[in-house]
């Protein structure tokens, strides 16, 4: 009779099974996405805005209408109280003269946090978030982006410059705070950031100081230079989903509607007004989103290997 070789089996280690579980399903590594395309989509926000309220005429005729809404100036705004402009009066970080010490304090903390923590690479990039969203805006300002006078607008309309130092400030600390913090912290420190930025960008634009799209474009900035960092790190660094309450996103953006319609209101103008604390909030669903609402690097995983 034919005899007939039995078929030889691999010896059996122990813990082979577990040594290699990328092996056992027959699929490669899960390999990680880079988050190019958010950066991309905040950046091309950034010159939108630009070109449409600040290269075109009836952008600039838009935003300057606001301005002849109201009667008085600043002092006709509920915040003015605290904006610093009266005289004796203590500002809201950063406005006015407190923009600089809120800065070096806001930089210190992010130093600080990267030594107790030993987040190196973490620090680094919120350090880098803010020196360009900062620094960045003095350049565009005065250089990259002027605002040309296409509509013989008054002269004290013409000192404003895209973007707003003042919002891109909280912006700019908040998403780098981010970065830096513990995971578990991390959504509600993005909240307190989210809610302070409501208030001063609402401050802003309703106190005359800068035009909506200046304030706008301030958010649209730090969100651009937070994705550039995140996508910048190697994946084990960047900061990955957040987890929290569902009701976490609603309660905060709830709270920086109010603190925008608050923020933003005046007594001489309805209209200027809703559209400050619009423009507030929307900075404030911008940082939020960019901060907590999307996981820095997306994984695939491997299906697991069936029976």
């Known amino acids: 009779m034919p005899q007939h070789d039995s078929p030889i089996l691999p010896a059996h280690r122990p813990g082979s099974s577990?040594?290699?579980?990328?092996?056992?399903d027959g699929l490669a590594p899960p390999r990680t996405a880079r988050p190019w395309m958010p950066a991309l989509l905040y950046t091309l926000g950034f010159l939108t805005v630009y070109l449409l309220a600040i290269c075109t005429p009836w952008g600039q005729r838009a935003e300057n209408a606001l301005f002849d809404l109201s009667e008085l100036g600043g002092e006709a705004a509920w915040i003015y109280p605290l904006s610093g402009a009266s005289y004796g009066s203590t500002p809201l970080p950063p406005m006015e003269l407190s923009a600089k010490p809120t800065l070096m304090v806001g930089l210190a903390v992010i130093v600080v946090l990267t030594l107790v923590r030993r987040c190196w690479r973490q620090g680094c990039a919120a350090l880098g978030v803010v020196i360009l969203t900062t620094g960045g805006k003095e350049v565009l300002k005065s250089t990259v982006l002027p605002r040309p006078d296409l509509v013989g607008a008054p002269e004290n309309l013409?000192?404003?410059?895209?973007?707003?130092?003042?919002?891109?400030?909280?912006?700019?600390?908040?998403?780098?705070?981010?970065?830096?913090?513990?995971?578990?912290?991390?959504?509600?420190?993005?909240?307190?950031?989210?809610?302070w930025l409501a208030c001063i960008a609402a401050a802003s634009a309703?106190?005359?100081g800068h035009r909506p799209s200046e304030v706008l474009g301030a958010a649209l900035l730090a969100c651009?230079?937070?994705?550039?960092?995140?996508?910048?790190?190697?994946?084990?660094?960047?900061?990955?989903?957040?987890?929290?309450?569902?009701?976490?996103?609603?309660?905060?953006?709830?709270?920086?509607?109010?603190?925008?319609?608050?923020?933003?209101?005046?007594?001489d103008s309805l209209t200027r007004s809703l559209v400050s604390a619009a423009t507030a909030f929307i900075c404030a669903a911008l940082v939020w989103y960019a901060a907590v609402g999307r996981p820095a690097h997306t994984a695939r995983r491997a299906r697991p290997a069936l029976d």
């Not at 577990?18 to 056992?24: D, F, I, Y």
């Not at 973007?163 to 705070?177: K, R």
């Not at 009701?247 to 007594?267: D, K």
């Open 18 to 24: 577990q040594q290699a579980p990328e092996a056992s």
């Open 158 to 195: 013409l000192d404003q410059g895209f973007p707003s130092g003042h919002t891109a400030i909280p912006a700019a600390l908040t998403l780098a705070a981010v970065l830096v913090v513990s995971p578990r912290i991390r959504p509600y420190v993005a909240t307190a950031g989210v809610l």
């Open 224 to 267: 651009a230079c937070y994705g550039l960092a995140t996508w910048l790190l190697p994946p084990a660094a960047a900061p990955g989903a957040t987890r929290s309450s569902r009701a976490l996103p609603v309660i905060t953006l709830t709270l920086a509607l109010a603190v925008a319609l608050v923020s933003g209101a005046r007594n």
């Open 206 to 208: 309703t106190m005359g």
